[in-house]
Structures are given as structure tokens and as C-alpha cells.
């Protein structure tokens, strides 16, 4: 089953073309219908010089020799001489029709049937052999050679009418009657060699009167008849051909020889009256034959030039509409797609480009100028151009919509810095005012620390710059042992090797938040009686920390899309609140350059690997530090240095919901 067309362009070019198809085809039918009927009747040109002419001039040959052998026949030792010059010409005639008939060009049904008569030409034609040699050898009668010669003759026939057929009806009916008007004169041809084969001999032999009043009665009717179907021109003349001396005389002596003559008795009339009369007649009725021919060819032409000026007329009319009617589909139909098109352009500019841009720079804080920004289409008056005014009420809509919920964005972030911002301070005050902590107090002020992380990623969330700033570039050493000291259950942690690296001042706060949400993450998923090992080493790409624990894990497909989101940490989703340290990490690790990544430890468990770039952690000569490092390890020593490096609350890191 074909498929429908699916595009508007297609539907509508389909729907134009099937016009234009239809009209075209009934012009192509025209126009074949005309070349049809004018190569057929230019096909009569073909008929003409490669089959009538030819097999006339053949049939007449036939018809002399068939004289000659009559009255060879008839004269008993007599000179074959004349008999075998007209056989010369015969034999000449027929090879001339037989290269000829080659050329015939006839095409349809009737040129099939004419093909298949030059075969039964040909085999009629093998047969003039025996009868000429019936005659040379003595053993042929009179009746005998009318009846081989006549046979062959009416295969002629055969042929001739065979390509009387044509498209105009005038030029077969001229054809026709040129071939019965022939076939008259045969009978004529046949009378003559009868009647001088009977005076040569000097009597009738058996069956030859019977066979002449046969043929003189066929003749006397066959003539007016086959004249009967003449253009009236034509006709007349043949009429007043009929009534003049020499058919006249012919009617005579037919009579005079039918009332003298009998079976076996005298013919009643001399070889040289006979032969006087006969000869008048033959000769006025085969020169008025002779241009008959020439009669149906001008019809024939005349029929053509009225089909060509038939087609000349209809066909330019015919290609004129087809022109104008493409040219209009083409143009309508264009102009419907062109501006389909646009719409389609517009629409998908819209979806794609500019509404997202739109979104982008409210979301950024820009203000819009909804009547600048609104979508503007020239597409006519109609039903496209409506539809165009409703995608240009769409995108105003959305524009309007899309700047209220910016403005309801910008004016709730707002809100949610200055709630954070004003706990910040508290918190800030409240660590300042529990000072050096010990016992008890120290877990007031970690929890008071992880308070103050929550409400960082307030701002963070928000998108505002976060109040707190470092007070310059710090060891790495002492960052992590400070964040260490300042997260719940410190004394899970344990520092491991720690490479001699100072952090930029720009970056000790929020590389301190960082650590301390993937610290609090470990912790959370590790077995309460397990440690989590904190380091940090160099590498080629900047400084590496590590943190690994020996908690539940994560399936291979979680950590792929953990650190997906790490990689990319794109817009928050509030439908996924329980990530939002996720959220916060990816975001402070992409502002920095730092690369955050997941996966398995060892011994089970989660390794997380940040890479500080140099921006960050730059490489410092101090090896005290990296072993002083390596050698406080347990919780309590880790809380002690913490405290005596003295705490520095503008320094300290948030901590947010689990990563995992």
C-alpha cells in the first residue's frame, strides 16, 4: 500500500498537480490520437509506391504474358520468341514488387494482413514455373493457362486490397474502388486472351465459349459497378468513357462473336478486328486507372493537412492551458508553501531559539521588553495569516508568562538570601560567642558548623554570591584539618599523606564546603565503626584529595549518573531535593575548575577524587607540613589541631543533604 503524502508541500502539490496531470494527459491523447491518423495517412504514401503500384505493374505483366502464352498455345509451332520477352518483363516486374514490398512501413492490423498476403504472393509466384513450363512443353490448353495465370493474378489482388485500408474514409473508398475497377479490367485482360487465343486458333475449344459469354457477362456488370463508387467528378467521366467508341465497339464485337461463335465451330471475328478493338478499350480504361492512385494520395494529403491544422489549433490551445495551469499551480502552490514555510520556520525558531534564550536572560535577571520581543509575521490575509496572529498571541503569552515567573523567581531568591543571609549571621555570632570548645561544646559548635552549610546552600541555591569570603590563601594541610575538626563525628576521620600545597584565598571557603559535604557523605554512609581516610597527593593534572570510605557502595549505574551530574551540573530540579548536596557540589566544584568524581574503593565502599587545578592548590617547599599531616590521624588529635590552629568561622565549609 503507498503511503500517504505526510508534508503539506506534498498535499498541496498533489493536490494541484492531479489538474494539471488530467489535462495533460488528454492533451498527450490528442496529440497522439492526430499523429496517429496523419502517419496513417502518410502510410498511404507507402501503400502507394511499395504496394499498388508495383503489384499493378506486375498484375499487368502477368496479364501480357498471359496473351502471349495464349496465343502460343493456340498456334501449333509457333515462335516462342515473343513469349519469352514478355516474360523477361514480367519476371522484372516481379522483382521490382518483391524489393519494394521490403520497404512497406504499413503499421496496425491491416498491415499485418498485407504482409501475410506478400507470403501468399510469393508462394503463388513459385507456381508461374510449372505453368510456363505447361506452355513451353506443348501440354497446355487454352482454359488451362487463363486458369494458372488468373490464379496468380487474383493473389495479386489479394495483396492490393489487402492494403486498400486507411484512417480517412475518402481514401479507402478511392483505394477500393481503383483495385474493383482493376479487377473489371482483368476480366477485360481475361476476354481479351480468350477471344485471341480462339481467333488465333480459329475456333473455340472445349468450354472456351462457355467461359467467354461467363466473362463478357461479368464484365458488362463489374464495370458500371465498380465505377459506381467514384467521386462524383470522376465518376462522370468515367461514365462518358463508358458510352464512348471504343467501349462501344468492344460491346459490339462481344456480340458479334457470342452470336457467331460456338463450342468447336468458328469465333465469328478476325485476330486483328479483335485485337483493334480490345486494345482501344484495354488502353482508354487503364490510362483513366492510371492516375486513380494519384486521386487517393491528394485526398490522402488533403486529410493530413485538415489533422495537422486540427492539431495545430487544439494542440497550441491545449498546451496553452497546460502552461497557464502549471504556471498558476506553481505559483499558488508556492506561494501556499512559501509562506507554510515561514510559519513552520517561525514556529520552530520560537520553540527552539528564542523562547529558551528568553527563558535564559529572565532566569539571568534581564529585563524584557515584551512588545520589542513579540513575534512578528507578514503572511497575507487569510487563513495562514490567522494562523501566524495566533502564534504571535502564543508568543506573547509565553513571553508575559515566562517574565512573570522570573520576576516571581528573582523576588523568592531575594527572600531566600535574606533568610540566609540573616542565619548566617547569627550563626556566625553564635560560634564567635562559644569560642574555644571543649567536650560538650564541641559538638554544639560542629552542629552549630553544619547549621551554618544548610544555610549557605541557601545562597548557593539562590544563585547570589555567598557572604563569606576567605581571609587569605591557607596550607592545604590546614584546610582539610580544619574541616575535618569541624564535622560530627570527627573522630571517625582519619588523614592520611597530605602534599605540601597552598589554597588560593578565593577558594579556601568553598573548597572547605566541598570537602566537608563529601566528608559528612562518607560518614553518613559508613558503618559507625569504621573510619573515613582523608589525603591528598599530587598528579600531573594539579593536587588530588581523596576520600574514601568503607561504606555500603553504589551500583555502577549510580555512580555513572552521579558523576554525570557532577560533570554537568546544570539547573537545580526541586522535585530532587533529597540531592541537593549533589547540586551544591557539582556547582562550587564547576565554579573553580575542580573536578569531582566517584568510584569504588578497594575494600568496598565509595572513594571520592577531587583534582584541585593550580588555580587552586598550588604546589609550596614546606615538607613539615605534609608530615605533620601524616602523623595526626586519630579524631581527637585531628579536633585538638583544629582547635589550637585556632578556629576561623569565615573559613569553615557548609555541609548539605547526602550525595548518594
Excluded at 498527450?28 to 503489384?55: E, G, H, I, K
Amino acid at each position: 500500500m503507498r503511503r500517504k503524502p505526510r508534508s503539506i508541500r506534498s498535499k498541496i502539490v498533489l493536490a494541484l498537480l492531479v489538474p494539471v496531470i488530467a489535462l495533460t494527459g488528454l492533451w498527450v491523447l490528442d496529440v497522439q490520437a492526430s499523429f496517429a491518423d496523419a502517419t496513417a495517412l502518410r502510410d498511404t504514401y507507402s501503400t502507394r509506391d511499395n504496394v499498388s503500384l508495383p503489384c499493378d505493374r506486375m498484375v499487368a505483366a502477368l496479364q501480357r504474358e498471359r496473351s502471349q502464352a495464349a496465343e502460343f498455345v493456340a498456334t501449333p509451332g509457333g515462335d516462342p520468341g515473343a513469349v519469352r520477352a514478355q516474360r523477361a518483363a514480367t519476371d522484372a516486374a516481379i522483382a521490382q514488387f518483391r524489393d519494394l514490398s521490403r520497404h512497406y512501413r504499413g503499421r496496425g492490423v491491416s498491415a499485418e494482413i498485407t504482409r501475410a498476403r506478400f507470403a501468399d504472393m510469393a508462394t503463388s509466384l513459385d507456381s508461374l514455373v510449372l505453368a510456363r513450363a505447361r506452355v513451353d512443353a506443348g501440354d497446355a490448353t487454352l482454359t488451362a493457362v487463363l486458369s494458372d495465370y488468373t490464379d496468380i493474378i487474383g493473389s495479386a489482388f489479394s495483396v492490393s486490397n489487402a492494403a486498400a485500408t486507411s484512417s480517412d474514409p475518402l481514401v479507402e473508398r478511392v483505394m477500393r474502388t481503383m483495385i474493383a475497377m482493376r479487377r473489371a479490367g482483368e476480366l477485360l485482360y481475361q476476354e481479351d486472351a480468350l477471344v485471341t487465343g480462339a481467333t488465333t486458333a480459329g475456333r473455340f475449344g472445349a468450354g472456351e465459349y462457355l467461359q467467354l459469354i461467363q466473362i463478357a457477362g461479368a464484365l458488362r456488370f463489374q464495370i458500371p459497378t465498380a465505377g459506381s463508387t467514384l467521386p462524383a467528378p470522376d465518376q462522370a467521366l468515367f461514365r462518358s468513357m463508358l458510352s464512348g467508341p471504343a467501349f462501344t465497339a468492344l460491346r459490339s464485337a462481344e456480340d458479334q462473336v457470342i452470336a457467331n461463335g460456338r463450342t468447336g465451330g468458328p469465333v465469328g471475328i478476325t485476330k486483328e478486328v479483335w485485337k483493334a478493338t480490345s486494345t482501344l478499350a484495354l488502353g482508354q480504361l487503364f490510362a483513366f486507372l492510371a492516375d486513380g492512385y494519384d486521386h487517393a494520395v491528394t485526398f490522402a494529403k488533403q486529410a493530413r493537412d485538415r489533422i495537422l491544422l486540427r492539431f495545430g489549433v487544439s494542440g497550441m490551445l491545449g498546451l496553452i492551458a497546460i502552461v497557464v495551469s502549471l504556471v498558476l499551480a506553481v505559483h499558488i502552490g508556492g506561494s501556499v508553501v512559501r509562506r507554510l514555510s515561514l510559519l513552520r520556520n517561525a514556529a520552530t525558531e520560537l520553540a527552539r531559539q528564542r523562547l529558551p534564550e528568553l527563558v535564559r536572560r529572565l532566569r539571568a535577571g534581564e529585563r524584557i521588553d515584551v512588545d520589542g520581543e513579540a513575534l512578528r509575521l507578514r503572511l497575507g490575509d487569510d487563513e495562514i495569516a490567522q494562523v501566524g496572529a495566533a502564534l504571535t498571541d502564543v508568543h506573547r503569552s509565553a513571553v508575559e508568562s515566562a517574565a512573570g515567573e522570573a520576576s516571581l523567581r528573582y523576588d523568592m531568591n531575594k527572600a531566600l538570601v535574606n533568610v540566609a543571609r540573616r542565619n548566617q549571621a547569627l550563626l556566625d555570632r553564635q560560634l564567635e560567642a562559644l569560642g574555644p570548645a571543649r567536650g560538650a561544646e564541641v559538638r554544639a559548635y560542629q552542629l552549630a558548623v553544619r547549621m551554618r552549610r544548610h544555610a549557605e546552600h541557601l545562597v548557593i541555591l539562590a544563585g547570589a554570591a555567598r557572604s563569606r569570603r576567605g581571609l587569605g590563601a591557607e596550607r592545604l594541610a590546614t584546610v582539610l584539618a580544619r574541616v575535618a575538626g569541624e564535622t560530627e563525628h570527627a573522630e571517625r576521620i582519619t588523614i592520611g599523606p597530605v602534599v605540601a600545597a597552598e589554597v588560593s584565598g578565593h577558594a579556601v571557603t568553598d573548597l572547605g564546603h566541598l570537602t566537608g559535604e563529601l566528608l559528612e557523605n562518607a560518614l553518613t554512609f559508613a558503618a559507625p565503626e569504621t573510619a573515613v581516610r582523608l589525603s591528598a597527593r599530587p598528579s600531573p593534572d594539579g593536587v588530588v584529595v581523596e576520600i574514601e570510605d568503607r561504606g555500603i557502595g553504589m551500583s555502577s549505574a549510580a555512580i555513572e549518573e552521579t558523576n554525570r551530574r557532577l560533570a554537568q551540573p546544570g539547573e537545580f530540579d526541586p522535585a530532587d531535593s533529597a540531592r541537593l548536596g549533589l547540586f551544591v557540589v557539582a556547582t562550587l566544584a564547576a565554579q573553580h575548575g575542580i573536578t569531582v568524581r566517584l568510584g569504588p574503593a578497594a575494600g568496598g565502599g565509595i572513594r571520592a577524587v577531587m583534582t584541585l587545578p593550580e588555580a587552586v592548590a598550588a604546589p609550596a617547599d614546606d615538607g613539615a607540613a605534609e608530615a605533620a599531616g601524616a602523623r595526626r590521624s586519630d579524631a581527637s588529635r585531628l579536633v585538638g589541631m583544629a582547635v589550637r590552629a585556632g578556629r576561623r568561622p569565615r573559613h569553615a565549609a557548609a555541609q548539605s543533604d547526602s550525595v548518594r
